[in-house]
């Protein structure tokens, strides 16, 4: 389970379950246990700083790379 926080505030953004080793390019909608960020005009919103984090697409937040850190293990397949 990944701890998604926001780069500029450290703010968390959400819980998610990240399976395989890759990069966090992509949050997919089933996968988010716990959310506390906006999504405002099809944008995911850091709730502390407005910060622009991912875009919402059809399924899945596409993420911003440099805009968020996270924290946690990665399941493996």
């Not at 700083?49 to 990665?74: V, W």
Request: some cysteine.
């Amino acid at each position: 389970m990944l701890t998604i926080k926001c780069a500029r505030c450290k703010s968390k953004v959400m819980q998610y379950k990240k399976i395989g080793q890759g990069r966090v390019l992509r949050c997919y909608l089933p996968r988010i246990k716990r959310f506390f960020a906006r999504v405002e005009k099809g944008q995911l919103q850091c709730p502390g700083c407005d910060n622009i984090i991912g875009k919402k697409k059809t399924g899945f937040f596409q993420m911003n790379r440099r805009e968020f850190t996270y924290s946690g293990k990665k399941i493996k397949k």
